[in-house]
């Protein structure tokens, strides 16, 4: 398996632009997790999926950040209007839910957002 | 707040000493995972431990999960220059289907 693919790995926008990233889980995994990173912050969930439905997005900053899982092998989060202060390292992860507790996360390489 | 605390935040030393980095909350998991981050990376999944009291060791690495299931500790005997990194605990509440992250240890061994 080529792992969690995300993409792009490093964008640079323009304040006002809308952003897209892009990731596709390991196949056979039935959660997905939008993580942002920075150095004041560090790791911080901003929402999750099972089985393809949003579960919890109480960490999504504000109105400007939007994900869907349209099917098992993709997910997008989108940032509309980008700002500076959205740069950061996003990162998506998934692992499998079993019934006898949570498994290891399998990250991706992230992408590196710059907003200026 | 965190719900999970690291600490040290910063540590660096020389190669050959050996060193231990903790991960305390006041909540109990069901189980805690440690991860290891390197430059330009994703976090890399070393150990979950699941029984109060467990300790596992990997190689030069030993973790063990508190009695309570509050807190966890991770040893490095003898560290390498490879060992360098981020380090980040996880822990997963009773019933949680995510897991918390610690804010991380960043730890530099010298040559």
Redesign the interface.
């Known amino acids: 398996d080529a792992g969690?693919i995300q993409s792009p790995r490093h964008e640079v926008t323009e304040m006002g632009q809308e952003v897209t990233l892009r990731c596709k889980p390991i196949s056979g995994h039935n959660?997905l997790?939008w993580y942002r990173q920075t150095m004041m912050r560090?790791?911080e969930?901003l929402i999750?999926f099972?089985n393809n439905v949003p579960?919890?997005d109480s960490g999504m900053p504000e109105d400007r950040f939007s994900a869907k899982m349209p099917n098992a092998s993709f997910s997008t989060l989108k940032i509309q209007p980008s700002e500076p202060r959205d740069s950061a390292v996003y990162?998506c992860?998934s692992s499998f839910?079993g019934s006898d507790?949570?498994?290891?996360?399998?990250?991706?390489?992230?992408t590196r957002l710059t907003v200026v | 707040t965190q719900l999970l605390e690291q600490s040290p935040q910063f540590l660096s030393i020389q190669e050959g000493e050996n060193l231990t980095v903790y991960c305390n909350s006041s909540s109990v998991f069901s189980s805690l995972q440690w991860y290891r981050q390197e430059p330009g990376e994703g976090p890399v999944l070393l150990v979950t431990v699941v029984t109060g009291g467990e300790v596992k060791k990997l190689k030069r690495l030993t973790f063990q999960f508190g009695d309570a299931r509050k807190d966890s500790s991770l040893h490095i005997t003898a560290a390498q220059p490879g060992d360098t990194g981020l380090y980040l605990c996880a822990g997963a509440l009773q019933g949680a289907q995510k897991l918390v992250f610690g804010q991380g240890t960043r730890l530099t061994i010298n040559p």
């Not at chain 1, 507790?101 to 991706?108: R, V």
């Open positions: 969690v959660s997790f560090g790791l969930l999750y099972n579960i919890d990162f992860a839910d507790g949570l498994y290891g996360y399998t990250f991706g390489s992230g």
